[in-house]
């Protein structure tokens, strides 16, 4: 009778490798929405920078920080936090 365990290692590794390749994919593109993002308030209109660990957005000019919730930058301005 066939072991079952080297397939269930198998299937694993390759969801291991999956999951990786999203989160990979999800930072690879907010890198790239940044060169188009700006504040959205009106007054400021300014660029945005990525937080080092890639859980928010920063205004250059402004200050405010928008959160990103599952890899989705939310760029409203009541769920800003001002800076500290």
């Known amino acids: 009778m066939p072991s079952v365990q080297p397939a269930c290692f198998e299937i694993m590794a390759i969801l291991a ?11 690879m593109l907010i890198k ?9 308030v009106p007054e400021c209109r300014k660029p945005l920078t990525l937080a080092s660990d890639e859980s928010s957005l920063r205004c250059t000019g402004c ?19 001002k800076p500290q």
């Open 32 to 40: 790239q929405i940044l060169d188009i993002l700006v504040c959205p």
């Open 63 to 81: 200050g405010l920080i928008y959160p990103i919730r599952d890899g989705i930058p939310i760029l409203l301005i009541d769920q800003a936090q």
């Open 17 to 27: 490798i999956l999951a990786i390749m999203a989160i990979y994919n999800v930072s």
